[in-house]
């Protein structure tokens, strides 16, 4: 099930995963009535991609579903009349203040201070003010529910048997580790971090930390050393989380050698106390070569309240916008920027996105096969919000066997998902091979918002290899190098709204906000340019994801993404991995193609022919690689992202260094010196 992204929904289950696409913006009913029928055959033609893709699966019934629900209250305290769910979500964006003044009602956020205004008028690259004068706390609204009998986290990972932990006893022991971290000195804005497996143990911190109003920030421990320093160092953090040890792929690996390196480091900023989980009983938790570490339970014995009776965590409240999270973005060309997001954007924009979009509630099993390295674990944890049970899993997907989450499903009552774009063809399989009557959906949004543009909806019907709609509120369109949006053609994705999750500011950014203002609002001025590629198709309110803007195709001035060339050759057997770049040619630029063969497969002529001829009758003559070669490895990053641009400066004539984000820097000295691409550089 190599390159499958799941995210199902179904009685029991919310599953999650990680897809870049978008879903259209413009629709009364169901189409967009002045888009000509022979436009939509020609774009069709020059795009290769389908504007009347197969339906996969169609809701049964949607009066009972909370999107169904927000819809009447809408229509009633507003006095309109909105008949689906395109309806809604153009009244969403074209009355922003209404719409999240009733997302913040419907959900019932927790607050202590009621909002005086919800937005205020700043333009977009202002960075808006949301909800002022509301007071908040962000793990209160996660901890709502203190049942004895509900289970708040399912455990389960490789090597270990698998542990609940009821919405009772999390609260208790998030109680406990606040109230040391208090007594340690932690304070609110302080950094805590976790270098940590995705355990329990990473869920308490973070809620602790948020309690008190410090800011967490997490790398798993699969990162290298320089990889988590170039995040850590930048944020200076008082307290660092860790585990002694995990067991992926069937081997135990300890990680007290790098930890050390690592706090030697930092200790020589902020670093004040380290705090070690006992995550491997088998392997050693010898901390004493170790600065500044002590394990979990002598922390908390050591700074517990002696005395204490109280029963009750101390929320501190909050600001709305108030530091919650600083996640990293990927550094594929440099040092990784450092973006804070907000509570209350985090905490609502989760809500949204569950409540409605997923139908999540208290009686629903959540999962996502994600580390703590990933914005998808904190999207994960955000689940608690409804009361839900979620799963956290750490280890490898394929250990002891294959089948290994599947047997986790049938334990807990859930479905897998793994982690990268979902081609039409994985569609397919779900349908033909696991379950017809599910919804696979597939999510867009990233780092940078810490949630999703668009993503799944229950109240929608599953098309091929497209995303079924745009988030509430998410005011999206595809720009073309021009201030207005163009539709069945590949173009820039673009946020033209501002949104509460936008992130508040870079961490050591100047006071011009200079990383900002060119990560977002660099290409158009006034919107939001995410940097992705994509094709939003006018017939089904569906976008397919093309890849990064920055690792456009772009061969005689004909823009189109590197998805379109992957979804083809990965289908070839012989092919384990691929990377598909330009490189510059004077003025212009040439497609280049590399393929990594399966083991035991040999690279061959016939193969080549097969491929570009497979590219050019699906695609067009325009798209087929001007070289195809073999190379020994594909560099991809810890999150599992393939490196275009870096490979794409580097055939191009630039010396890149290697970033600490990639999993196998060394694969980027592959990409220097082919003789087949010295000619015409």
Not at 9 to 26: A, D, G, H, Q, V
Not at 369 to 387: D, E, F, H, I, K
Not at 408 to 422: A, H, V, W
């Amino acid at each position: 099930m190599k390159n499958i992204n799941f995210n199902f929904r179904i009685p029991r289950l919310r599953c999650y995963s990680k897809i870049n696409s978008i879903s259209t913006t413009f629709f009364a009913n169901s189409k967009i009535t002045n888009f000509t029928f022979s436009n939509l055959k020609k774009a069709e033609m020059s795009s290769g991609i389908p504007l009347n893709p197969a339906e996969l699966w169609r809701p049964k019934d949607i009066s009972n579903t909370e999107m169904e629900k927000f819809r009447f209250v809408v229509n009633e305290k507003f006095n309109v009349n909105l008949e689906n769910y395109h309806q809604l979500w153009k009244w969403s964006t074209d009355n922003i203040s209404d719409f999240w003044a009733t997302v913040w009602d419907y959900t019932n956020i927790i607050h202590s201070a009621p909002y005086e205004q919800v937005v205020d008028s700043k333009p977009m690259n202002e960075i808006p003010t949301w909800f002022s004068s509301a007071k908040l706390n962000f793990a209160q609204n996660l901890m709502w529910c203190r049942d004895k009998n509900k289970t708040a986290i399912i455990s389960a990972g490789e090597g270990r048997p698998i542990k609940k932990i009821s919405y009772h006893d999390l609260y208790d022991q998030v109680r406990s580790m606040a109230a040391a971290m208090r007594r340690a000195g932690v304070k609110k804005n302080d950094r805590i971090s976790g270098y940590i497996s995705n355990c329990p143990e990473a869920v308490i911190a973070m809620l602790a930390s948020a309690s008190i109003g410090a800011i967490w920030s997490s790398a798993s421990p699969d990162f290298g050393i320089s990889g988590v320093l170039d995040r850590f160092s930048q944020i200076r953090p008082k307290i660092l989380f860790s585990t002694n040890s995990v067991i992926y792929n069937g081997k135990k690996i300890d990680i007290l050698p790098k930890l050390k390196v690592i706090v030697e480091n930092l200790e020589k900023e902020s670093l004040e106390k380290v705090i070690v989980v006992p995550f491997n009983n088998s392997i050693s938790f010898d901390l004493s070569s170790i600065p500044l570490a002590t394990s979990w339970n002598d922390f908390l014995n050591n700074y517990s309240v002696v005395g204490s009776s109280s029963d009750e965590i101390d929320f501190e409240q909050l600001p709305f916008d108030h530091p919650l999270y600083i996640l990293f973005s990927s550094g594929t060309t440099g040092k990784p920027k450092c973006l804070v997001h907000r509570a209350g954007g985090v905490l609502i924009q989760h809500k949204k996105e569950h409540i409605f979009h997923a139908n999540m509630s208290s009686n629903d099993v959540f999962f996502y096969y994600t580390t703590t390295g990933w914005m998808m674990w904190n999207w994960l944890v955000s689940g608690l919000t409804t009361g839900c049970a979620i799963v956290l899993y750490d280890g490898s997907p394929f250990k002891p066997s294959s089948s290994i989450l599947w047997e986790l499903s049938d334990q807990i009552g859930i479905i897998l998902s793994t982690g990268s774009p979902l081609k039409p063809e994985s569609f397919n399989f779900v349908y033909d091979s696991i379950q017809k009557d599910v919804l696979l959906g597939s999510i867009t949004g990233g780092t940078d918002l810490c949630s999703l543009f668009a993503g799944l909806n229950v109240t929608l019907p599953v098309y091929c290899g497209e995303i079924q709609a745009i988030c509430l509120g998410m005011k999206i369109e595809a720009w073309d190098g021009e201030d207005k949006p163009v539709y069945a053609k590949p173009a820039d994705l673009v946020c033209t709204k501002p949104f509460p999750c936008m992130p508040i500011y870079f961490y050591n950014d100047d006071h011009k906000n200079s990383k900002y203002m060119s990560a977002y609002f660099s290409n158009y001025s006034s919107v939001w340019y995410h940097g992705d590629y994509v094709w939003i198709n006018p017939n089904t309110g569906g976008v397919v994801m093309l890849g990064r803007s920055d690792g456009t195709l772009n061969p005689g001035g004909v823009r189109f993404g590197s998805a379109e060339i992957y979804n083809i050759v990965e289908n070839f057997s012989e092919i384990q991995d691929s990377l598909v770049v330009g490189q510059k040619v004077g003025d212009d630029e040439r497609i280049v193609l590399f393929l990594k063969m399966n083991e035991g497969i040999k690279f061959n002529d016939d193969l080549v022919l097969r491929i570009r001829s497979k590219i050019r009758n699906q695609l067009s003559p325009r798209h087929v690689p001007s070289f195809i070669l073999p190379i020994a490895d594909i560099p991809h990053t810890v999150t599992g992202k393939k490196v275009e641009v870096a490979v794409k400066r580097i055939i191009s004539g630039e010396k890149v260094a290697p970033s600490s984000s990639l999993v196998n820097p060394e694969s980027l000295e592959l990409y220097y010196n082919i003789p087949q691409l010295k000619s015409k550089i």
